[in-house]
């Protein structure tokens, strides 16, 4: 069973940071293609990061240079590291993989998703 479960999420000022984790389980993680997405309240929910099994990082716009995808394969893991943080960023972040390991930025393309952990950034 495909298990995808992420945390750190809060509430913050802008400029601060937050390092969210997702934890996985029940499909081959080194191999796999590891995603963050983002749903604001009222919109769709948009491609954030995505990393390939081996290196390859792909981000949207909107947060290139400020945040990292990266992941432990040891511990099953993908990190999002969020620095300088805006409000605009404020949404539900949640993890996607894909076990065929291609890094698509379509949302369409993931069937395994986590619960998703709100993050709230004040002005």
């Known amino acids: 069973q495909v298990q995808l479960v992420e945390s750190g999420g809060g509430v913050v000022q802008a400029g601060n940071s937050l390092r969210l984790s997702c934890v996985t389980s029940?499909?081959?993680?080194?191999?796999?293609?590891m995603a963050w997405f983002r749903q604001a309240p009222g919109k769709e929910r948009e491609f954030v990061a995505v990393m390939k099994w081996k290196g390859t990082e792909l981000y949207a716009e909107s947060v290139k240079g400020r945040f990292t995808i990266s992941r432990d394969n040891p511990k099953n893991t993908v990190y999002l590291q969020m620095n300088s943080l805006k409000p605009e960023d404020t949404a539900v972040y949640y993890c996607?993989?894909?076990?065929?390991?291609?890094?698509?930025?379509?949302?369409?393309?993931?069937?395994?998703w986590g619960q998703g952990t709100q993050v709230t950034v004040s002005s």
């Open positions: 029940g499909f081959t993680f080194d191999t796999s293609a």
């Open positions: 996607a993989a894909d076990p065929t390991g291609w890094p698509s930025i379509d949302v369409n393309s993931y069937r395994n």
